[in-house]
């Protein structure tokens, strides 16, 4: 069964702080993806990899990075949290092609103060 | 780039009644196209998609899309709501970035079923 983790549902941090949100798939899957949702803006592209250590921008890049040292492994950094960065953020895997589903974890509540 | 847009951020059916989720798709290629639902504090899971052929498809759950070329419509529709149905709808296309591909998504309809 496909399986797509993240290392926390809920997380509670300071204006200020570094931020990693870790997420983890077992499927093989070359493309990994972060969004970030929010009510009324659905759901919004920060970062994907397509490979290991390869990285494109998605949307809204500003304030985030990320890592991708192993293929099954793809961190999201918020090297300085803002609480405008409060928000759900989630994480997906698919494999190559455009035809394909993405696979999502149950994402991270993040709140910042 | 491609975009999604999907009309109407909440709808209110009652339980027996026709589901009927609208999507709109703006795309310079043939699209592909997906639905996925998301119940509440849970990620989102696939209902159906479109690639090629079929522009019928029957998803999970009852729910089924069709695809319209000619009205760039995607919308989704299940003939007889159930309480379980109520959660967050999203529309998505394939959109292709400078080296890679993703999902873009609307902004979602949250699905509302009253007995």
């Known amino acids: 069964d496909v399986k797509v983790t993240q290392s926390s549902r809920y997380l509670v941090k300071r204006t200020g702080e570094k931020v990693f949100l870790e997420c983890v798939q077992d499927m093989d899957h070359e493309n990994m993806f972060w969004y970030r949702q929010d009510p009324g803006l659905g759901l919004r592209l920060i970062y994907f990899s397509y490979d290991v250590k390869m990285k494109e921008k998605g949307d809204i890049p500003e304030g985030y990075s990320v890592s991708r040292e192993k293929k099954e492994r793809f961190s999201l950094i918020l090297e300085s949290a803002s609480t405008n960065q409060t928000s759900m953020y989630l994480c997906a895997s698919r494999t190559r092609g455009l035809n394909y589903e993405q696979y999502f974890g149950p994402g991270t509540r993040l709140t910042v103060t | 780039a491609q975009s999604v847009t999907q009309l109407g951020s909440h709808v209110s059916v009652s339980e027996g009644a026709l589901v009927l989720l609208r999507c709109n798709y703006s795309s310079s290629v043939p699209p592909y196209l997906f639905w996925y639902v998301q119940y509440p504090n849970q990620g989102l899971q696939l209902l159906l998609k479109y690639t090629t052929g079929a522009t019928l498809v029957k998803g999970i759950n009852g729910f089924e899309a069709e695809f319209k070329k000619s009205e760039t419509s995607f919308h989704l529709t299940k003939p007889s709501a159930h309480m379980s149905d109520a959660a967050e709808y999203f529309c998505?296309?394939?959109?292709?970035?400078?080296?890679?591909?993703?999902?873009?998504f609307g902004k979602g309809t949250t699905l509302s079923v009253s007995s």
């Open positions: 998505a296309v394939s959109d292709r970035y400078q080296a890679g591909t993703a999902l873009i």
